[in-house]
């Protein structure tokens, strides 16, 4: 959950100053666009941390099963 939280933070920063530097006023649609964002992008990237976290999990069982019938 912190990751999370940190990763949604991290992410609508990311997307609320790439708005300003564009030349987009500071206003409630920019606001929650940026959120929004971050909200989107935080999912994805938690969800692809966590695939690839038991991906990894998986091959090291897979090749020490492997190692160890040899």
Known sequence: ?????TSFLAFSA???VVRLVE???LNA???GIAL???LIAACLF???MLIFQR???W???YYAKRDEQA
């Open 1 to 5: 959950m912190k990751s999370f939280i």
């Open 14 to 16: 990311a997307i609320l």
């Open 23 to 25: 030349g987009h006023q």
């Open 29 to 31: 649609v920019s606001f």
């Open 36 to 38: 929004g964002g971050g």
């Open 46 to 48: 938690d969800g692809l």
């Open 55 to 57: 991906l990894f999990h």
């Open 59 to 61: 091959l090291g069982r």
